[in-house]
């Protein structure tokens, strides 16, 4: 019973872009708050973007001017346009609600930026 599900992933050279996609089937996904989240070898999980029911967006400061989120209520999907790689963006990148009591993670998308 998938829940989560991220795609988009792939190796690209520092400057390039990609587009992260999440596909949530999940109730009320209209209602929540939803983020990007990305864990890099030997960091912990940390949120790097959000967007709200209303489309009010957050964003990690190491992201800021670089990476955009966005919202398909209608598809139930978020997504991410990440451009001006940097090898330090380098992560798994995972999907969920911006929330404390989070949905089980799904197996998330790696991103690898080769300089």
Known sequence: QVQLVESGGGLVQAGGSLRLSCAASINFFSLNTWGWYR???????????????????????????????????????????????????????????????PYSWGQGTQVTVSS
């Open 39 to 101: 864990q890099a070898p030997g960091k912990q999980r940390e949120l790097v973007a959000s967007i709200t029911r209303s489309s009010a967006t957050n964003y990690a400061d190491s992201v800021k001017g670089r990476f955009t989120i966005s919202r398909d209520n209608a598809k139930k999907m978020v997504y991410l346009q990440m451009g001006s790689l940097e090898p330090e963006d380098t992560a798994v990148y995972y999907c969920n609600v911006a929330l404390r009591d």
